[in-house]
């Protein structure tokens, strides 16, 4: 190949040089061995050039070649890769547009069911209170009809288990009360004479005698807890039958009823006005007891009262007649009490009529010094029930 002859060219032509240029060195008999070190480092010189310079004349050359190469070989063409076939997509669905919206789902609710109940509030005696042993008391709840159907008059309050307390088993709701409506229903119970805690558990019965109550799935009961410590005395004087008349055991002739009552009950009820209107005319300033007989001919209400310990001299203060506009009220007031347990005795009746005034009632109470008394509120209507608003007004023992 051409490139190896040139190394040995150009080797031949510097030992020329060399062997020229030696001749017009000065002769030195007795120096022949400095001779010889001039020359032998001209030569190592000459050689580290050479070398150097063949090194880069070959790189030169080489790559002067390659680039020639590179022009003379023809590109070889990439080798086509396949391309994967891909399915073919049938009934694709389109993309919400103004014309084309995607729905959501419709989601029928889920019916109410007929009977449900909601525990709102106790109105009267907490869990857990204080009552001292034999003590009458009224429990008072207040329910909310969360369910589909109205409770009716033919509904009940009904006694289901646990501790009874001396309640009636059952007492229809004193109105009707439509989904979304409220209702408070009380019974009236008396504290069992032993120490401990009680508790009676109830439910709502509708007309075909089907028990339900709260909770999510309408069937928990509802309950009245107390705790019972040592028998208490009487009730102590000044006594207000007004601001305590919860405390007493409101009843028609056949059943208790429930403490406050609802004006649209027709058994009979109770309910606390604190600043009447009355038959004579005008408003009074002290607080009244509203007692409606129930709705029968002859119909009756009373109010029986804790024992209250009197005291000498204490005396028993009132004043009966009709409320405004009960222009046929006809009625008989009717005062009783019972003594450390004895007899029930008559203190005194008032009948009453709508003829623009009332009566005032003011009863020495002395003969009954020391003893444990038990009083009566008693409302009677003298034949029919039209109109029968009576009222007691501020009634107390003072």
């Known amino acids: 190949m051409i490139f190896t002859k040139k190394p040995a060219l150009i080797i031949g032509l510097f030992i020329a040089i060399l062997t020229g240029a030696a001749c017009n060195f000065p002769t030195v008999a007795n120096t022949m061995e400095q001779e010889n070190l001039i020359y032998t480092q001209a030569a190592h010189t000459i050689v580290a050039r050479l070398t150097e310079s063949v090194i880069e ?53 889920r019916p109410l069911p007929c009977d449900w109940a909601q525990y709102v509030s106790d109105i009267t005696i907490d869990d857990g209170e204080i009552i001292p042993a034999g003590d ?38 004193p109105h009707a009360v439509p989904p979304g409506g409220t209702i408070d229903l009380g019974v009236y119970l008396y504290a069992p004479e032993a120490k401990g805690i009680y508790t009676g558990y109830w439910k709502l019965r509708n007309e075909s005698g089907y028990e339900f109550g709260i909770g999510p799935n309408a069937n928990r009961e509802f309950w009245v807890e107390i705790v019972v410590q040592k028998p208490a005395g009487p009730l102590n004087t000044p006594f207000d039958l007004v601001a305590n008349y919860c405390l007493a055991k409101w009843s028609n002739d056949h059943k208790i009823l429930p403490c406050p009552g609802s004006d649209s009950s027709t058994a009979g009820f109770v309910i606390r006005l604190k600043n009447p209107w009355l038959e004579k005319g005008g408003q009074d300033d002290e607080p009244a007891l509203w007692m409606h007989p129930e709705f029968i001919k002859h119909g009756s209400i009373t109010g029986q009262y804790p024992p209250v310990l009197i005291q000498d001299g204490d005396r028993f203060r009132s004043a009966v007649g009709c409320l405004k506009n009960a222009i046929k009220c006809n009625v008989v007031f009717s005062l009783y009490y ?28 002395s003969f009954l010094k020391g003893k444990s008394v038990v009083f009566y509120l008693v409302v009677d209507a003298n034949g029919s029930y039209k109109d029968d608003d009576a009222f007691w007004l501020a009634p107390s023992i003072y």
């Open 57 to 109: 004349t070959f790189i030169a050359q080489k790559t002067q070649e390659a680039r020639q190469d590179n022009t003379q070989i023809p590109t070889q063409p990439a080798t086509p890769t396949a391309t994967p076939e891909l399915p073919t997509l049938t009934n694709t669905p389109l993309p919400p547009t103004a014309t084309n919206t995607l729905v959501p789902p419709t989601f029928t609710p």
């Open 136 to 173: 009458g008391f009224y429990k008072i709840w207040r329910l909310k009809n969360i369910g589909a159907c109205t409770w009716t008059t033919d509904y009940d309050l009904v006694f289901v288990y646990g501790d009874q307390m001396g309640a009636v088993k059952a007492m229809s709701l």
């Open 338 to 365: 019972s003594a450390d347990g004895g007899t029930i005795t008559n203190l005194g009746t008032w009948t009453e009529v709508y003829d623009k005034a009332i009566t005032p009632v003011n009863i020495d109470l």
